[in-house]
Nanobody, 126 residues
Framework: VQLQASGGGLVQPGGSLRLSCAAS????????MGWFRQAPGNEREFVAG????????YNGDLMKRRFTISRDNAKNTVYLQMNNLIPEDTAVYYC????????????????????WGQGTQVTVSS
């Protein structure tokens, strides 16, 4: 599976961005997808995941209130809509994919995903 993330950029606090991740090389409806992020000096952390049946999970209530993960199987693309961004959201955002049929509790594990995109930079600053 090849993944190509896009949509990052510079945005002011309170602004919005929509990240996209286009997948190829595998039937998209048969893979689970996730978004992770990594800020300088920090470990990579889970943001959100969406299963092939469109069941979604988020890393905590703060992300759940501000972020929405979705997928368009016809376009082989997963999205991360991010609203009300704060400076702490500044990071490189990575999309990831797995052919494994993940249970909810596994979706946040980095090791659960076999394939990773190249990352897209999101900077929240005034």
């Amino acid at each position: 599976v090849q993944l190509q993330a896009s949509g990052g950029g510079l945005v002011q606090p309170g602004g919005s961005l929509r990240l996209s991740c286009a997948a190829s090389g595998r039937t998209f409806s048969s893979i689970d997808m996730g978004w992770f992020r990594q800020a300088p000096g920090n470990e990579r952390e889970f943001v959100a995941g969406i299963r092939r049946n469109r069941g979604a999970t988020y890393n905590g209530d703060l992300m759940k209130r501000r972020f929405t993960i979705s997928r368009d199987n016809a376009k082989n693309t997963v999205y991360l809509q991010m609203n009300n961004l704060i400076p702490e959201d500044t990071a490189v955002y990575y999309c990831a994919a797995t052919t494994g049929n993940l249970i909810t509790s596994s979706m946040s594990r980095i090791g659960a995903y076999e394939y990773w995109g190249q990352g897209t930079q999101v900077t929240v600053s005034s």
